[in-house]
């Protein structure tokens, strides 16, 4: 599409631009399956993804969607694959 506002320019049709989305914790809880305490003490950690306020000064705060996503993929990527635990001293 000549019109696609996600197109980053005509040169590189096959990129796409990812705007990203502010996520309210109700919407982020489902994606970390953490509750909002333990967040926040990851957060004050700096183990997770700090949330931004939405108005300055105000009480209402959003997580950056790519920032989540992006740490949901650094457990996968952290976490061993391997069930090694699960099944020692199980013979096939």
Do not use: Y
């Not at 939405?54 to 790519?66: Q, T």
Request: overall charge positive; aromatic content about 6%; glycine content about 4%.
């Amino acid at each position: 599409m000549a019109n696609d506002i996600h197109s980053i320019s005509n040169k590189e049709p096959n990129k796409t631009f990812h705007s990203d989305r502010l996520l309210r914790w109700s919407e982020v809880q489902p994606i970390v399956s953490i509750c909002r305490s333990h967040a926040h003490q990851l957060v004050a950690r700096n183990l997770f993804p700090k949330p931004r306020k939405l108005v300055p000064g105000g009480r209402a705060s959003a997580w950056v969607e790519s920032e989540i996503m992006e740490w949901v993929q650094q457990r996968i990527t952290d976490t061993p694959s391997d069930n090694s635990d699960a099944t020692q001293g199980v013979t096939t």
